[in-house]
């Protein structure tokens, strides 16, 4: 069956950003004598529910994540008033950006580039990216928060080839070791490995856009306080390499790697942080009552969700964007990944995991100076505090969450994607009971809005907004490697240049990426979360609220004195950076 996107997003959604008024009730879990609350929960599970849908690229249907079913126009109603909300957030500035540097062309050298950035900064539009310092000092202190959410400790007897094979000089000086035995024991080497990304490279433009199939490899050096990169295989060739090999090698090397780590990082925060969101609104929807305070929090911080999956539907995933023209996956490749990561039990599990378990697993406890470790611990500490706050507010007793007839019923749907049946099978289907595991006490409830909370308010932002600009810069870190093959042996001139971004593509990835460097008005960001309707109005809050604002305004002065003290510092990770929602 065959629903395309924007139909099939059709739904009640209004209760999605409806906010309670004055004279309504106040939150509350349900009482088996409210029977005109149930009948209105029973209405509205009536009128929508979670289908297999697929979206169109070209004259080619892509299967994507399961959603809602077309229903009436009321869908596009909703969805016009969120669009029209989230259009005030929008940066005016992004045909400008293209504009001067559509001037300022054509792009053939380093100078060039910088020159149209220096234009960029000067009329006050934007400052230089960071990525434009392509230094290997900066090429890791970009892994250490704007970047950097695939990464993994490298254990004893892993990784192997190519470890083994660099030189102890190397070693040495990047890990501050004098073996690669020792830096691997001492907890120092960490991997990024995007072994089978190339298979996502939009196939119809293969000759020029690629992404490599590509591993690099990190050593955090204890002497000097940074992050450096040690060594970049590029699976498809065969062939690796380090600082020792020339500088056009070299430098080629470590744009294969952004390039696969920018295309990974745009897909993978799109799939975690939208598209799993979409489903898990739906069955709230079709079991709670607005008024629930598990609902009216979780919708407070989805907001906007379901609108942006049109608009990534008009900017990502439609032919000939500037995306689909300027990262290796383009619009076809874009939707097998997302697929392909919701058909991969591997990222089941991965979404399931809360904060505390993902820094375990990845062994980022030994990496500290990573913005999402040094500061993502405080940020899941403040959030976990109010969530406890909040769900003691309302469940006096484990016994009171078992028997909340909504709350099970959304935790029941969500399991099973609403109990329906499906032409297919799939992984998705099967595994997304480790997305909800099954709360029946305080302990657990708390872990899961927790988590959900944690995600939209903190971890989207590590990952994607202000950041996308400054993790993007022609022309040695683009999301693609362009018109040239690979190298296929060592020792050859290799002039990175041949694949850079071409001169008349630059201006338009450069306005797309400044699209998401939105405005961040105050009354937006954490520094003022739930300050308004439903949750100003509950008594019981008022505490948890200010305690709340206390310990983000804290973090703020925090972050900023941290940052200041850093060769490469990252100002975006603090409060005043960080919207209670996901669009920013």
């Excluded at 040690?230 to 090397?253: F, H, M, N, R, S």
């Excluded at 000939?320 to 300027?326: A, M, N, R, W």
């Excluded at 310990?551 to 005043?576: H, L, R, W």
Aim: proline letters at 6%.
């Amino acid at each position: 069956m065959k629903v395309p996107l924007l139909s099939a997003l059709t739904t009640v959604t209004s209760i999605l950003v409806s906010t309670p008024s004055p004279t309504e009730a106040a939150l509350s879990i349900p009482s088996s004598t409210n029977s005109t609350r149930a009948a209105i929960v029973y209405a509205t599970s009536q009128q929508i529910s979670n289908v297999d849908r697929q979206f169109p690229v070209g004259d080619k249907y892509y299967p994507i994540i399961p959603g809602p079913t077309p229903m009436s126009s009321l869908y596009n109603k909703t969805v016009m008033s969120q669009l029209a909300k989230i259009s005030t957030l929008d940066n005016k500035n992004v045909s400008i950006v293209g504009g001067v540097l559509q001037k300022m062309g054509p792009y053939k050298s380093l100078e060039s580039f910088k020159a149209g950035y220096d234009a960029l900064k000067s009329a006050g539009l934007i400052d230089i990216p960071q990525a434009f310092d392509n230094s290997d000092e900066n090429f890791g202190a970009m892994r250490l928060g704007i970047r950097g959410y695939k990464i993994k400790l490298v254990n004893s007897n892993e990784w192997a080839d190519p470890l083994n094979c660099l030189s102890s000089c190397l070693v040495r000086e990047q890990c501050n070791e004098d073996t690669i035995s020792a830096a691997i024991s001492n907890h120092k080497v960490f991997v990024q490995d995007f072994s089978t990304i190339g298979q996502y490279t939009d196939t119809n433009q293969t000759a020029s856009k690629y992404v490599p199939n590509v591993v690099g490899f990190f050593c955090n050096n204890n002497a000097n306080g940074l992050l450096l990169p040690l060594a970049i295989k590029i699976v498809d060739t065969g062939l690796t390499y380090t600082k020792e090999d020339t500088a056009g090698e070299w430098q080629l090397a470590k744009m294969a790697l952004d390039a696969a780590e920018l295309s990974y990082q745009q897909m993978f925060h799109f799939v975690q942080m939208h598209a799993v969101a979409i489903p898990i609104q739906v069955e709230m929807m079709r079991s709670m009552a607005e008024e629930h305070p598990i609902y009216a929090l979780l919708n407070y911080h989805f907001f906007g969700d379901l609108a942006l999956e049109t608009l990534a539907g008009k900017v990502l995933f439609s032919v000939d964007s500037p995306y689909d023209q300027s990262f290796a996956f383009g619009a076809s490749g874009s939707l097998r990944f997302n697929y392909a990561q919701l058909n991969d039990t591997s990222f089941a599990k991965e979404i399931a995991k809360d904060f505390p378990a993902e820094i375990a697993d990845n062994g980022l406890q030994y990496l500290p100076s990573h913005r999402y470790v040094k500061y993502g611990t405080t940020y899941y500490s403040i959030i976990k505090s109010f969530v406890t706050s909040y769900v003691n507010a309302y469940y006096s007793s484990n016994e009171a969450i078992r028997n909340d007839v909504e709350l099970q019923t959304w935790l029941a749907r969500v399991r099973v994607l609403g109990g329906r049946g499906s032409e297919v099978e799939n992984e998705f289907r099967v595994s997304w009971g480790t997305e909800v595991p099954d709360p029946t006490d305080i302990t657990s409830l708390i872990k899961l809005v927790t988590n959900f909370a944690f995600r939209s308010s903190v971890k989207h932002h590590f990952m994607n907004g202000r950041v996308s600009w400054h993790s993007i810069a022609a022309p040695f870190s683009t999301p693609a490697l362009y018109n040239t093959r690979l190298p296929t042996q060592k020792g050859v001139r290799v002039n990175p240049f041949d694949y850079a971004i071409p001169s008349e593509k630059f201006p338009a990835v450069s306005a797309l990426a400044v699209s998401f460097y939105r405005p961040m008005p105050a009354t937006e960001t954490v520094l003022r979360a739930y300050t308004t309707a439903p949750f100003s109005d509950e008594p019981v809050l008022e505490d948890a609220i200010a305690e709340y604002h206390l310990s983000m305004a804290a973090m703020e002065d925090t972050v900023d004195t941290t940052e200041a003290e850093e060769q490469y510092p990252d100002i975006f990770t603090k409060p005043s950076m960080l919207p209670w929602f996901t669009y920013i």
